[in-house]
């Protein structure tokens, strides 16, 4: 089969497309054909093998150890392994292969309890551009009640255009930050408010909200702490605007934010993104009763992953980029 592969850490420029062995399907694995992947911030991270703590979580100290990069996919099951109870032959899932990696191919091997039926609104494309940033906006809003005051720093980028959706449809009035050329966007996702960053900084307007999801990591704890009102809620997750050659990059915001959680009143929330079928299975109903539709800014073919990574990587995307196979 066809796939992006990758030997050693760099640019996208070490993203070789290749033939490789396909998978096969054992035990309570399935194994799907994939129509449409996704890329994530989360794929150059690991293609760059940056920050370089990160290398000591598993991904690889002086290579990277999984070779085929990409995480989210959707596409129609080809096989199944004998375990297998809760999909067959031809029916289409979409999926969040974690840090296993291997959507950048034609097909992948995974255990079923990865995956969950497409939701049956979306195309493949639409699908595969949910898994990972879907999964981290409905977490960081779990919390959100309805009437409160959420606002969304990064609202334009793949996890920024769900959360906007999805704090809408939990009963939030909903504030997303972004540059001057994607304000029109935010809006139509349906944002109360809309502010440009290069013309206002949220942390010093003397506007309060409920909720803080930071998507991006460019104000320190106690700029967006003046953000919030008393006892609200701030949400960490990713740090778009990090570029690389650090020791630990987007990941010293958080560790900070561990490190002051017991002394301030204030909540500071470190988002996690461990793999959960409830949560796919939680958007896959959010998509169909309308919660949410999938922004997509450009796709590109399998044989042109690198060209989509350095565009996620250095053209600050908006909304999800996908890959169609």
């Known amino acids: 089969m066809k796939a992006v592969v990758q030997h050693r850490y760099g640019s996208p420029d070490v993203l070789e497309f290749r033939d490789v062995e396909p998978p096969a399907a054992s035990g309570n694995e399935i194994l799907v054909r994939v129509h449409a992947a996704s890329v994530n911030a989360y794929d150059w991270h690991v293609m760059r093998g940056d920050p370089y703590l990160a290398r000591l979580t598993g991904i690889g100290v002086t ?93 334009s980028g793949g996890v920024g255009t769900f959360a906007v959706q999805i704090a809408k449809s939990l009963g939030a009035t909903v504030t997303g930050v972004c540059r001057t050329r994607n304000t029109e966007l935010v809006a139509s996702l349906g944002a109360d408010h809309v502010i440009d960053y290069t013309v206002d900084d949220f942390t010093r307007n003397g506007t309060r909200y409920d909720l803080v999801l930071d998507l991006v990591g460019n104000h320190s704890l106690t700029a967006l702490r003046r953000a919030l009102t008393p006892g609200g809620t701030i949400v960490l997750s990713g740090g778009g605007v990090f570029s690389g050659g650090s020791l630990v990059g987007p990941m010293w915001l958080m560790i900070r934010a561990k490190l002051l959680v017991p002394f301030v009143r204030d909540r500071l929330l470190v988002l996690t993104t461990t793999l959960d079928r409830e949560i796919l299975a939680a958007l896959r109903h959010l998509a169909e009763s309308g919660g949410f539709t999938p922004v997509i800014d450009r796709t590109y073919s399998l044989e042109e992953v690198p060209e989509a990574v350095r565009y996620v990587e250095t053209e600050h995307a908006r909304a999800k980029v996908v890959i169609t196979m």
Do not use: M, W
Request: aromatic share 6%.
């Open 63 to 155: 290579a990277p150890r999984r070779k085929i990069r990409g995480r989210d996919f959707a596409g129609t099951v080809e096989a199944v392994g004998r375990d297998v109870r809760r999909f067959r032959p031809g029916d289409e899932v979409y999926g969040d292969l974690g840090a296993a990696d291997g959507a950048f191919a034609e097909y992948v091997c995974v255990s079923e309890d990865l995956v969950e039926a497409k939701p049956a609104n979306l195309t493949f494309e639409q699908a595969a551009a949910v898994p990972l940033a879907g999964h981290t906006a409905l977490k960081g809003l779990r919390d959100v009640q309805p009437g409160q005051h959420v606002l969304v720093n990064g609202a």
